[in-house]
């Protein structure tokens, strides 16, 4: 390589010059590995009982405040409603006049009755069956449907004191328009001696109609 000499310096010329875009010589690798990444935070585990999610009356239902008083809304309208549809009697109606008659030698008494009926009901009323119920002195209670209308007679001309106050035989298939009454009479044995049957705690006299849940009673 040329040089000049000025006396005071050395001027040196044409010396190599490193390329200005050539890269650097690349930094030697560090012998210490490169820090590895922190751990990840471990996920979340959600409790899941399934005892508690599936088929349980804790998960199902609603507060047992709230059913108890759903249950008392529905007993109070189940009530209400059993009230005012319950089955009635379609008729009303009373005992009017009692006689009575020994019969001799039988230990028992033949009873006439006399009573009123009133259809109450909006359809016709058609007697199915008439029925006497005596309950004596000391609670016992005696029962005999009504003699045959066509008996009666006979019974008047045996024992005239049945035929007091009478009226017309009340008998079965009789039938009463609705809002009408009908006054009759029915003849009914009873095994007791006439004073048991003076005696006596209650008579009634039993109604019942066709296609009627409740018969009619008359006291």
Same mark, same amino acid.
């Given at each position: 390589?040329?040089r000049?000499?000025?006396?005071?310096?050395?001027?040196v010329?044409?010396?190599?010059m490193?390329?200005p875009?050539?890269?650097?010589?690349?930094?030697?690798?560090?012998s210490?590995?490169a820090?590895?990444?922190?751990?990840?935070s471990p996920?979340?585990i959600t409790?899941f009982h399934i005892?508690d999610?599936?088929?349980?009356?804790?998960?199902?239902?609603?507060?047992?405040?709230i059913?108890?008083?759903?249950?008392?809304a529905?007993?109070? $309208?189940v009530?209400?409603? *059993?009230?005012?549809?319950? &089955?009635?009697? =379609?008729?009303?109606?009373s005992v009017?006049?009692?006689s %009575?008659?020994?019969?001799?030698?039988?230990n028992?008494i033949?009873?006439a009755?006399t009573?009123?009926?009133?259809?109450?009901g909006?359809?016709?009323?058609? $007697?199915?069956?008439?029925? *006497?119920?005596?309950?004596? &002195?000391?609670? =016992?209670?005696?029962?005999d449907?009504a003699?045959s209308? %066509?008996?009666?007679?006979r019974?008047?001309?045996?024992?005239?004191?049945l035929?007091?106050?009478?009226?017309?035989?009340?008998s079965?298939?009789t039938?009463?328009?609705p809002g009408t009454?009908?006054r009759?009479?029915?003849?009914v044995g009873?095994?007791?001696?006439?004073?048991?049957?003076d005696?006596r705690?209650?008579l009634?006299?039993a109604?019942?109609?066709?296609?009627?849940p409740?018969?009619?009673?008359?006291?």
């Amino acid at each position: 390589m040329p040089r000049r000499w000025d006396g005071r310096h050395s001027v040196v010329y044409n010396r190599f010059m490193p390329e200005p875009n050539s890269d650097p010589k690349p930094a030697p690798a560090s012998s210490q590995p490169a820090p590895l990444p922190p751990p990840a935070s471990p996920p979340q585990i959600t409790e899941f009982h399934i005892g508690d999610e599936f088929g349980t009356a804790k998960r199902n239902l609603p507060p047992v405040r709230i059913v108890l008083i759903c249950l008392a809304a529905v007993a109070v $309208i189940v009530g209400i409603f *059993a009230f005012t549809e319950r &089955a009635k009697p =379609q008729g009303a109606g009373s005992v009017d006049f009692v006689s %009575v008659a020994d019969v001799p030698g039988q230990n028992m008494i033949l009873s006439a009755i006399t009573l009123t009926l009133h259809n109450t009901g909006e359809k016709p009323l058609w $007697i199915h069956t008439l029925k *006497a119920q005596l309950v004596t &002195a000391d609670n =016992q209670t005696l029962d005999d449907e009504a003699a045959s209308a %066509v008996d009666l007679d006979r019974y008047y001309q045996a024992f005239p004191v049945l035929k007091q106050n009478s009226e017309p035989p009340l008998s079965p298939e009789t039938k009463l328009l609705p809002g009408t009454v009908q006054r009759g009479t029915v003849i009914v044995g009873f095994k007791l001696t006439k004073e048991a049957f003076d005696q006596r705690k209650s008579l009634t006299v039993a109604i019942q109609p066709y296609d009627q849940p409740l018969p009619i009673i008359l006291k």
